[in-house]
């Protein structure tokens, strides 16, 4: 019934291709996540409707996409975020499932917030291993592809808004599951919805009031380290508790092990 309601919602927006969104792509950006619920989701919905659109693939609204993050064995990057470093970087695959694309990608966060993604078109995720793969990451990342290991896969629906100015982009990920690829535990977090605010410097945001009018609130965990905490037991976790505690309340859940 809320899937319903929220695409029954997404119909009142204005569509913009992903060829028009190829002007919107806001590489060196500062983001903020929030998190929030699907009953909170469609009240935003209703005040984001007039100003903004919302990307469209092959009649599609709402996109399905598929990730797995690559660390070292030691997991180096979890570790940097865990530990409170201001300068952190992820590395992944993508599969942007309706558009049939997939990409390596590299997102580096700076000490002043700033975030910087690049990235390189793969055949398929398990194409990772290609040559071309190893020497982009020699050109643009702090590791290298031999000393990365497959860690977790996450699978997510999302819907993608922008402005009308196309000075930002909101995207609003559900429907989040992930699978540990060393152990093979899986975690669904089927009521929570993450949003990422991506702007082009710190300017006025109506999405941002909306936000707060709403009381969502930014919390800053990536999907990666969530995915992490909830899938490998053994993972540091101190840095995170009260922020899965949040988390465990907003969406009515019971982690067990997390708490």
């Given at each position: 019934m809320k899937e319903k309601v929220i695409y029954s919602l997404l119909e009142n927006f204005p569509s913009i291709s992903l060829a028009?969104?190829?002007?919107?792509?806001?590489?060196?950006?500062?983001?903020?996540?929030f998190t929030t619920t699907t009953?909170?989701?469609a009240q935003l919905l209703i005040l984001l409707q007039k100003d903004y659109y919302v990307q469209e693939i092959n009649s599609n609204r709402i996109s399905p996409y598929r990730t797995v993050y690559l660390d070292t064995p030691g997991l180096a990057m979890y570790l940097a975020h865990q530990n409170g470093h201001k300068t952190r970087e992820k590395i992944r695959m993508r599969s942007y499932m309706d558009s049939s694309q997939t990409f390596l990608e590299i997102k580096d966060k700076n000490n002043k917030g700033r975030t910087?993604?690049?990235r390189m078109p793969l055949p398929s995720i398990n194409a990772w291993l290609l040559t071309k793969a190893k020497l982009f990451?020699?050109?643009h990342a702090s590791y290298q592809l031999d000393d990365l290991r497959l860690q977790v896969e996450n699978l997510f629906d999302r819907i993608t808004l922008v402005n009308r100015e196309k000075t930002?982009?909101?995207?609003?990920d559900t429907g989040l599951s992930f699978r540990n690829l060393s152990s093979g535990k899986e975690q669904s977090l089927p009521g929570l919805v993450i949003i990422e605010l991506k702007q082009d410097g710190n300017i006025p945001s109506h999405a941002?009031?909306?936000l707060s009018q709403l009381h969502i609130h930014p919390v800053s965990i990536s999907k990666y380290c969530l995915g992490t905490l909830l899938t490998n037991p053994d993972a540091k976790r101190n840095r995170f508790k009260k922020k899965l505690t949040q988390i465990n309340k907003l969406a009515n859940y019971s982690y067990g092990y997390i708490l």
């Amino acid at each position: 019934m809320k899937e319903k309601v929220i695409y029954s919602l997404l119909e009142n927006f204005p569509s913009i291709s992903l060829a028009e969104m190829e002007g919107v792509r806001l590489m060196n950006r500062i983001d903020t996540k929030f998190t929030t619920t699907t009953d909170q989701l469609a009240q935003l919905l209703i005040l984001l409707q007039k100003d903004y659109y919302v990307q469209e693939i092959n009649s599609n609204r709402i996109s399905p996409y598929r990730t797995v993050y690559l660390d070292t064995p030691g997991l180096a990057m979890y570790l940097a975020h865990q530990n409170g470093h201001k300068t952190r970087e992820k590395i992944r695959m993508r599969s942007y499932m309706d558009s049939s694309q997939t990409f390596l990608e590299i997102k580096d966060k700076n000490n002043k917030g700033r975030t910087r993604k690049v990235r390189m078109p793969l055949p398929s995720i398990n194409a990772w291993l290609l040559t071309k793969a190893k020497l982009f990451l020699c050109e643009h990342a702090s590791y290298q592809l031999d000393d990365l290991r497959l860690q977790v896969e996450n699978l997510f629906d999302r819907i993608t808004l922008v402005n009308r100015e196309k000075t930002e982009r909101l995207t609003i990920d559900t429907g989040l599951s992930f699978r540990n690829l060393s152990s093979g535990k899986e975690q669904s977090l089927p009521g929570l919805v993450i949003i990422e605010l991506k702007q082009d410097g710190n300017i006025p945001s109506h999405a941002k009031a909306c936000l707060s009018q709403l009381h969502i609130h930014p919390v800053s965990i990536s999907k990666y380290c969530l995915g992490t905490l909830l899938t490998n037991p053994d993972a540091k976790r101190n840095r995170f508790k009260k922020k899965l505690t949040q988390i465990n309340k907003l969406a009515n859940y019971s982690y067990g092990y997390i708490l």
